[in-house]
């Protein structure tokens, strides 16, 4: 199936879309960027120059995924959450050579109006709050919150939070997956924690 792409949306050549994927009003994407098959880009938002974007990703209204953002299958970016590229931006300096890598493992979910500050990592079905801001990397299957966000749980792949407290092996009350707690951070129990 082809893409959609809405006929007010700009496409900057050359860049790739995957089968399936739509893109709607308002949208800019910039040349060399690659989105994948089955996305949903809604209105307004921009993603710049080589962005790589995976397959099955969902970018709600008004984000923008700026140069040097790497985005893996399944993520979801909600609403008006901001990704940046440089740590100290002046309007009178070009530090376009000091953008910094910003990646997305597969899965991770990023709250309304989060800002996703350059540099970190979120890791694998990792869940940031509504609002948080996000100075350093996140754990895998990790929730997150606050400002400057902070680990508050963990959640299941299928979107719930995982028990409180302490624990070595725990299960989802939603969907039944099993998890560990190993060496400090959680990890599905024989594979199960995939989707």
Not at 131 to 147: C, F
Request: hydrophobic share 35%; with cysteine.
């Amino acid at each position: 199936m082809k893409p959609f792409i809405h006929e007010t949306a700009v496409i900057d050549e050359p860049s790739e879309i995957g089968e399936g994927t739509n893109i709607w009003h308002f949208c800019h994407v910039s040349k060399n960027a690659t989105i994948g098959k089955n996305c949903n880009i809604g209105q307004n938002v921009f993603i710049g120059v080589e962005v790589s974007i995976g397959d099955g990703c969902k970018i709600q209204n008004n984000v923008s995924v700026y140069e040097r953002v790497t985005l893996e299958d399944g993520v979801f970016c909600g609403p008006s959450m901001v990704f940046t590229n440089v740590i100290n931006p002046r309007s009178e300096i070009s530090r376009k050579d000091e953008f910094k890598d910003t990646l997305v493992r597969q899965g991770a979910s990023i709250g309304a109006n989060a800002t996703i500050v350059c540099g970190v990592t979120i890791g694998r079905y990792a869940f940031i709050g509504a609002g948080a801001v996000v100075t350093k990397d996140v754990s895998d299957y990790t929730l997150v919150v606050g400002n400057p966000a902070r680990r508050t749980g963990y959640m299941c792949v299928c979107g719930e939070k995982l028990p409180e407290g302490e624990w070595q092996e725990a299960g989802c009350q939603a969907c039944g997956r099993d998890y560990r707690m190993a060496s400090g951070a959680v990890e599905p129990v024989s594979g199960e924690g995939q989707a």
